[in-house]
C-alpha cells in the first residue's frame, strides 16, 4: 500500500508491496522521492512476473508448435487433398460449384458411417471451399435450447454449423432446428399466459453438416430436412497409404511406398488409425532403430508387432473378443450384452468401435439371435474348425 499527500510537493512515502509480510516487522522506508516515482514503482510492482521457461515433456499445460502442427496441418484443406471416398467427393464439388455460381449457402448435409473416417475434416473442407466460417460442436454438449439459440443466432450467411453425433441431439434441439433449416427462421414465444404470442426472427441462410456413426437413430423428420445424404465407407490400402505418405511428409517424416503400405494395411481401413499407427511407428525407429532414417516395411513390421498389431489390424481387444465367442460361446451365436459383461465393455463401445470392422473383414456376422463367428476367424487365430460348423452357421444366417 502507499499513502500520497501532495502530488506537487515531495514527500516521504512507505511502500509495501508483500501481501504476506510479518505484521511485527516495521515497513522498510523509501528515501525522498517525487509523485512520479512513487506511480513509476506502483506499476513496475504490478507488472506480472517473467513466467520460467516451459520444461518439455509429456504433460504440458499448453499447446506447443508440434501439437498445432499436428492437429491442424495434418488435415486436408481442399477437397483436392482430401483423399479416398471419390464418388462422394464428386457428388459434393457438384454442390460446391452450384452454391457458388448462385452465391448462396451449400444444402444441409449428413455424413454418416463408423468413427475415424474423415467427417468432421470433410466439415471443415466443405467450409474451406465456401470460404464461410465454422462453427463445430457436439449433440451432447447442446443440453438446453439456450445453447442451441446461442449458435444459430451468431450465424452469418454462408455460414457452416457443423454437429458431431447429431443422433444424440433432444427433442428440444431438435424442435428448434426444424424451422431453422426449413424456413431460416426461429420461432421465439412472448408474453404469458392470455398474452402469449409467436414471434419468428428471420436467421441467414447457413448450412447444417451433422454426422453420426447411427444414421438410424435420427427421427424421421430431421433425416428429410437434409438436402445432401452421404456415407462415408471403409478406405481401400492404396489410399490409406497415400494418406500415410501425406502424413508422413507434413510431420517430416520419411517413409517409403513399401512401409506406407504395411501400415495401411493394418489400419482397418481408417484414416485416423492409420495416421495414428505412422506416429507409433516414427516413435519405434527413433528408439529401437535410432540409426534408420526411412519407415520401411521391415521397420513398420517390426513396430507394429510389438503393440501388438496383427495382420489385419486386429488389436488384442479385437483378438480377445473372437477368442472368447469361440472358446466360451462355440463361435455363437451371442448377445452384444454377454459380450460386453464378458469383456467388461461397454455395449456401445463395442458395437460402434470393435464391431463395424469386424463385420466389415468377414470375422463376424449379426444374426437374430446374436453374433457369430465366421470362417475366417477361425482360420486368422488358428482354431480349427468344429464338426458340421458350415451348416450350423448357414442356418444361423437363414
Do not use: C
Request: proline fraction near 6%; avoid cysteine.
Amino acid at each position: 500500500m502507499f499513502h500520497r499527500l501532495n502530488r506537487r510537493e515531495q514527500l516521504y512515502v512507505t511502500i509495501q508491496f508483500s501481501s504476506n509480510s510479518s505484521p511485527d516487522k516495521p515497513p522498510k522506508a523509501a528515501g525522498k522521492v517525487t509523485a512520479a516515482s512513487v506511480d513509476e514503482a506502483v506499476r513496475q510492482a504490478l507488472q506480472p512476473k517473467p513466467v520460467a521457461k516451459e520444461r518439455a515433456g509429456l504433460l504440458k499445460e499448453k499447446e506447443t508448435a508440434y501439437d498445432h502442427r499436428l492437429e491442424n496441418t495434418i488435415r486436408p484443406k481442399t477437397l483436392g487433398d482430401y483423399i479416398g471416398q471419390s464418388a462422394l467427393k464428386g457428388s459434393i464439388q457438384i454442390g460446391l460449384d452450384a452454391a457458388k455460381s448462385r452465391e448462396e449457402a451449400l444444402d444441409h448435409l449428413l455424413l454418416y458411417g463408423p468413427p475415424g473416417l474423415g467427417k468432421t475434416t470433410l466439415a471443415m473442407v466443405i467450409a474451406q471451399e465456401m470460404s464461410a466460417e465454422i462453427h463445430i460442436t457436439s449433440a451432447p454438449a447442446l443440453e438446453r435450447p439456450r445453447d442451441i439459440l446461442g449458435i444459430l443466432m451468431s450465424m452469418r450467411p454462408g455460414s457452416v454449423l457443423f454437429i458431431d453425433e447429431i443422433h444424440r441431439l433432444n427433442k428440444v434441439a431438435e424442435e428448434i432446428l426444424y424451422p431453422a433449416m426449413e424456413d431460416f427462421a426461429l420461432d421465439r414465444t412472448i408474453g404469458k399466459g392470455e398474452g402469449t404470442k409467436i414471434l419468428r426472427v428471420p436467421l441467414p441462410r447457413f448450412t447444417l453438416i451433422g454426422a453420426t456413426t447411427k444414421a438410424g437413430s435420427l427421427s424421421g423428420p430431421l433425416r428429410d430436412r437434409f438436402g445432401l445424404i452421404y456415407r462415408l465407407n471403409f478406405y481401400s490400402h492404396a489410399e490409406l497409404a497415400d494418406i500415410v505418405l501425406r502424413s508422413a511428409k507434413i510431420l517430416n517424416i520419411e517413409a517409403d511406398a513399401e512401409g506406407a503400405l504395411t501400415i495401411a494395411i493394418r489400419s482397418r481401413g481408417t484414416p485416423r488409425i492409420a495416421n495414428r499407427l505412422l506416429r507409433r511407428v516414427r516413435d519405434f525407429m527413433a528408439v529401437k532403430k535410432a540409426g534408420e532414417t526411412v519407415i520401411n516395411a521391415t521397420i513398420a513390421n517390426q513396430a507394429l508387432d510389438l503393440f501388438e498389431i496383427d495382420p489385419l489390424g486386429l488389436d488384442p481387444t479385437d483378438r480377445q473378443l473372437l477368442k472368447l465367442m469361440i472358446e466360451n460361446f462355440s463361435g455363437g451365436p451371442v448377445g452384444l450384452e454377454t459380450l460386453a459383461s464378458s469383456l467388461g465393455e461397454d455395449p456401445r463401445t463395442l458395437e460402434d468401435v470393435y464391431e463395424p470392422y469386424l463385420l466389415q473383414a468377414g470375422l463376424i456376422n449379426r444374426t437374430q439371435r446374436g453374433r457369430t463367428v465366421t470362417g475366417n476367424a477361425y482360420r486368422h487365430l488358428g482354431y480349427r474348425l468344429p464338426m458340421g460348423w458350415a451348416e450350423q452357421a448357414q442356418l444361423e444366417l437363414d
